[in-house]
Each structure stands twice: as C-alpha cells, then as structure tokens.
C-alpha cells in the first residue's frame, strides 16, 4: 500500500563504525520550493533504510533500541532539512515540517507522533502563533515500514504525503491545544492525562526521570517538572493516510 520499489539491487550500509547520526558524510541542500522536495521525497519510495544509510554515508543500526529517531534524522540529512532543534519547521525557508510514520504490516500508524515542547511557562498566546500549529501546518509525512518481523537494514520508506489540516481537523487540533494550553496556563499541568484531546495530546517527553524543567503550580509559583510533548493520536495519522491512500 505504501511502498514501492524504486531502487536496483541491494546496497549494504556498514553496521559497524563509530560516526554520529550527525556526521554525516552527505546531506542535501535545503529545497527552495516544495515540488522539489516531493520529487526528491518520491524518489526515496521503495528503498531500504541500508540503502539510505550507504548513500548518506551512515552506518545503520541493527535496531532503533538505542537509536530513537535515527531514521527521521536520516531522512532530515538526505532532504536537505535545515531547521535543526529550532521550533520551526524542519524545511524553514519552505515552511514545511518532515514527520516519519512507522506503520506495521496493515498500514497502520504504531505510535503517536512527536509534534513539539509543551511551553510550561509564560501565557497561552494565540494558535496560529503557536509552535504546534507552525509545525503543523504543512507536513510531509513519510510512512516507514515497521514490522517487527523485518530486520531494521531491510525496512522500506513509503510513498510521501505533503499535507495540510482541512478546516475540521484545524478546528479539532485548535480546540484541542486551547484545552490542553489553558490547563498548563491554569497551573493544572499535573491533572492532565493521556485521555485530553482528541487528536492533540500532552505526555511526558524527558529521557529519564531525573530530566526536570520548570513550571508552574496553580498558585501561580515555578515548580519542578517534568518535560512534556505534544503528540498527535495514532487514530488521527491513521486517518490521514486512510484519505490519502484509499483516493490518490
């Protein structure tokens, strides 16, 4: 359904080496427009995440265990994504955001999806002004092959989707990040679960918990916390590429 093969024979990155995800060895200019970085995203369908890993020059992980983004990294890298830990879009001078999807053997998104930083502090501002809805207000989605029954080397980047929110799922995430804002605003940032939002949700997002930032109590006072994301709801993705695969 979303992988098509493009690529000839079979190309082995090197798993063995010491380079950071970072060093890589070949990265493409940023793209001026967005039609250039579709044709260079649709020419990536099909391949195997060992044949990325060998044009970029990076050595690819037997599993993502103790490399966690290694493959959206890889893909930002050969794009040409510039915006680096800015909270902005992945492609600035484009105004477009790079979201990877690992779906398994259905199709289906496994996960929900990283969007940005929770602001603990300060005012809720307005939506459009808001990080959650500049990075998404254009997305390139690429679904990546994640079934657990195929080696890491050997799993497949999908057909890409550039993608803007209709005026309802606008509307949904708007709501959402308003409910969600004015309780982190409220000081009530400890009686949010997994269960607020529809499509928008907050969750814990710190490496171990020892990770600690600030925010605030409902007395207003800065408080010790831990860091939290935004993430968009696996149903809401699988919705996404339900549209767009089932009438493109």
Known sequence: MFFSATGKGRHHASRSGKRSMSSAIMTSPP???EAELLER?????GMRLEQLAARAGWPCPADLRR???????????LLGADAGSLAEPDFQQIGVELKTLPVDAR??????????????????????????????????????????????????????LLWSPDEEQERILREDWE??????????????????????????????ARSLTWGIDAAGNRV??????????SRFTAEILRRYYLTD
């Not at 995203?41 to 369908?45: E, Q």
Request: proline share 9%; hydrophobic share 35%; with cysteine.
């Open 31 to 33: 793209p001026t427009n």
């Open 41 to 45: 995203a649709r020419a990536l369908a």
């Open 67 to 77: 490399n966690k983004g290694w493959s959206g990294q890889l893909l930002e890298a």
């Open 107 to 160: 199709g289906q998104p496994k996960e929900s999806t990283y969007v940005c930083v929770v602001p603990l502090e300060g005012t809720r501002g307005e939506w459009k002004s808001s990080w959650v809805y500049r990075k998404l207000r254009r997305v390139l989605w690429i679904p990546v092959e994640a079934d657990t029954a195929v080696p890491l080397p050997e799993r497949r980047i999908g057909s890409p």
């Open 179 to 208: 409910e969600l804002m004015n309780m982190v605003c409220m000081g009530e940032l400890e009686q949010i679960t997994a269960r607020h939002g529809i499509a928008l949700q907050i969750r814990p997002k710190a490496a171990n």
């Open 224 to 233: 010790p916390t831990t860091p939290r994301g935004f993430y968009l709801r």
